[in-house]
Nanobody, 113 residues
Framework: QVQLVESGGGLVQPGGSLRLSCAAS????????MGWYRQAPGKQRELVAS??????ADFADSVKGRFTISRNTKSTVYLQMNSLKPEDTAVYYC????????WGQGTQVTVSS
């Protein structure tokens, strides 16, 4: 089992920045990729960004050039979000892929003036 705990969400004005963090604990040795998904009201959950143990990153087209993803250890992943837009408003979920897929509880990001 893997447990994921997110932090760093909140309210920010358009054009602002936020940094999300996710710490994994438990059986982390089987994790081969971590990432972030988001779900806005009335919409399906979608991939925002992911990164493998080897450092290969993937981004949704809507966030390319604005968001970056990084890992400082096998168990911690960050999402740096710059130039935020109102359409980035959603609950952001941390994700870890191992033999199974694990999810965090989600953190709210609201972009509004």
């Amino acid at each position: 089992q893997v447990q994921l705990v997110e932090s760093g969400g909140g309210l920010v004005q358009p054009g602002g920045s936020l940094r999300l963090s996710c710490a994994a604990s438990g059986n982390i040795f089987g994790i081969y990729a971590m990432g972030w998904y988001r779900q806005a009201p009335g919409k399906q959950r979608e991939l925002v960004a992911s990164i493998t143990n080897g450092g290969t990153a993937d981004f949704a087209d809507s966030v390319k050039g604005r968001f970056t993803i990084s890992r400082n250890t096998k168990s911690t992943v960050y999402l740096q979000m710059n130039s935020l837009k109102p359409e980035d408003t959603a609950v952001y979920y941390c994700n870890a892929k191992a033999v199974a897929t694990y999810w965090g509880q989600g953190t709210q990001v609201t972009v509004s003036s």
